[in-house]
């Protein structure tokens, strides 16, 4: 197996790590930071080796995974500057295009955007992948063997993956989770029970969806009698607006990557 580096040991790091712990991976992983604490911290948790010299975990990888925020991406290249050797690149880094990664580290280099989920640590995170023109089919492989550890991937054209970015982010559910716990809890549940009541409302129907063989306007029909509460607190809850606060957040996150880019 070919020797992966983090280039950057935050959340998404830890996240990836834990699930591909979780799945035994064997291959070797090296992760790469400034901050000494965050490399003790994931080398206690996740048995990873660790490398503070970025040159040095550079040198050791095959496949550098650059996991820092966006707004640092242009910094950490110019610390890695060009390479000596062919790599595989793979971005985490939301809104950046190809076309300005691939100017950062020469020639040498063959790059690939992936956006993974934080629940990618229990193995349940999907993946999305876009690939840079003329990567070789074998980089490809890979790559998506290598994803396909901690859950599903899905390799898309870029121009959609932005658009993808705002719209699969495992937020939508937590936030979701906390604002149908907290209303239930308004009307009457302690916030046990409302929690409990709140995560199977959403994951019991989004299971049901994923896993069975009816259409989601379906199963929307099924759910909510005409007259009945359910219909009730739907029909409710779009005259409020939700449908249109889920449209102006998604507008919100692809003005942010647009930002992300344009700042590169």
């Known amino acids: 197996m070919k ?10 790091t830890g996240a990836l790590l834990a699930g591909l712990r979780l799945a035994k991976y064997k291959g070797p992983l090296i992760v790469h930071d400034h901050h000494l604490e ?4 994931l080398r206690k948790e996740y048995a990873a080796e660790v490398e503070p010299d970025l040159q040095r975990a550079i040198q050791q990888a095959d496949i550098l995974i650059i996991a820092v925020r966006p707004s ?3 910094q950490l290249l110019d610390g890695v500057g060009e390479l000596d050797r062919p790599r595989i690149a793979v971005s985490l880094a939301a809104g ?3 076309s300005k990664l691939r100017a950062g580290l020469g020639p040498e280099v063959r ?12 193995r349940r995170g999907l993946t999305a992948l ?12 890979e790559i998506k063997t290598f994803f396909s550890h901690v859950g599903p991937v899905l390799e898309i054209s870029e121009a959609k993956f ?7 982010s495992s937020s939508h559910g937590y936030h979701a989770l906390a604002a149908l716990a907290e209303a239930g809890q308004r009307v009457g549940l302690d916030r046990k029970t409302a929690l409990i009541a709140a995560s199977h409302a959403l994951a019991d129907g989004i299971i049901s969806w994923r896993e069975g063989n009816i259409s989601l306007e379906g199963l929307l029909h099924e ?3 005409p007259g009945g509460i359910a219909a009730a607190v739907m029909e409710a809850s779009d005259r409020a607006g939700y449908r249109k606060s889920v449209q102006r957040g998604l507008t919100a996150g692809l003005a942010r990557a647009r930002k992300n880019s344009a700042s590169f």
């Not at 876009?130 to 492989?141: M, N, Y």
């Not at 932005?162 to 699969?168: C, E, K, N, S």
């Open 3 to 12: 020797t992966i580096a983090f280039l950057g040991g935050g959340r998404i």
């Open 130 to 141: 876009t690939f840079d023109r003329r990567f070789p089919a074998t980089g490809k492989r």
């Open 72 to 74: 640092s991406v242009g």
């Open 162 to 168: 932005d658009a993808f970015t705002v719209t699969y």
């Open 223 to 225: 759910a909510a009698t």
């Open 38 to 41: 965050k490399l003790r911290k």
């Open 111 to 122: 790059w690939v955007r992936a956006m993974p989920s934080p629940a990618c640590r229990s």
């Open 96 to 98: 950046i295009p190809l």
